[in-house]
């Protein structure tokens, strides 16, 4: 539009279309230099074995709250923060892209997880089951995975946390998912439901919905709510409970209704995980593992160091440690990180009253 043209008239059609033809060339040339600067980052970094040696958690969550502290609109954060995450993930992969490992098969809402978190241009490996993610992780075969760690409504993924209790992978990051579950079926007709297939966590998160809907309707628990979608796919009297993308996925494009979890905020948190920690973002969240001596005042002498050194905890959560009868082990999130002097102390404190303590990584706190 030109200077002279009226603040109340009508824009000229062509002139907007020429002016946002512009803009986006400029985009698409500073993208390029993105990529480019992107491509010297690795080579100051020497010759490095693979993608994994050039990621950075901590620096991508800083990148990614500063395009939110920037936005001023009309976009959202998120929307911005979705572009700025794509950018950097296709700048990432002209080293070679990222394996992620997450619970399969395509179309979970851990493979959401890890679009959101790592980007399209990243490679999704879908594993049969969690402990699969941690093997294959462990042995080198992915770069990182993504696991469900607890849902707002539901609570925790114990399988997930028990894994911790053995393994020595550290977690690198969290992801936040929003989880809307769907009643999907080939034929989209709610009369010709016989049965419904849908991971267990679906059917505890729709559980009122279906009481007060479907009530004689059969309910199978299967591995994933993408295997449900898979096996919905085949009859007319069968449904699934799942995203729209495991609908997309597997053929099942008739949404009946939805959604329908029984929590309008269901969020679901994911953890990344990795062979190392990663350092400082400034914004970050300490995941340990305490195994407590069998003493009185245990769990007061486990949380008091934190205390005392002005540490928030954001969760704790006990589980049979599997080493002794009756012996418990207490899975507690902290804010800050693991090098921040006041974490130090703490933990220098615990050792005192513990008879092990694990950290399990100091990682980026989720951004929107």
Known sequence: MSADTPPDAAPDLAEVRARIDGIDRTIQELIAERARFARQVGLAKGPLAAA???????REAQVLRMVVDRNQGPLGDEVL???FREIMSACLAQQEPLKIGFLGPEGTFSQQAVLKHF?????????ASIE???QEV?????DFGVVPVENSGQGTIQVTLDLFLTSGLKICGEVELRVH???LSRSGRIEDIERIYSHPQSFAQTQGWLRGNLPQVEKIPVSSNAEGARRARNADDAAAIAGEAAGHVYGLRKVITGPIEDDKDNTTRFLVIGRQLFPPSGHDRTSVLVFIKDQPGALFNVLSPFARHGISMNRIESRPSHQAKWEYAFFIDLAGHVDDAPMQHALAELEAHA???K????YPVAVP
């Open 52 to 58: 994994v040696d050039y990621y950075r958690p901590e």
């Open 81 to 83: 923060v979705h572009l």
């Open 119 to 127: 980007g399209r241009s990243a490679h999704g490996m879908p594993m």
């Open 132 to 134: 699969e993610v941690f």
């Open 138 to 142: 462990e042995n080198g075969n992915a």
């Open 181 to 183: 579950q769907f009643l």
């Open 355 to 357: 008879a092990q303590i």
């Open 359 to 362: 950290v399990l990584g100091s």
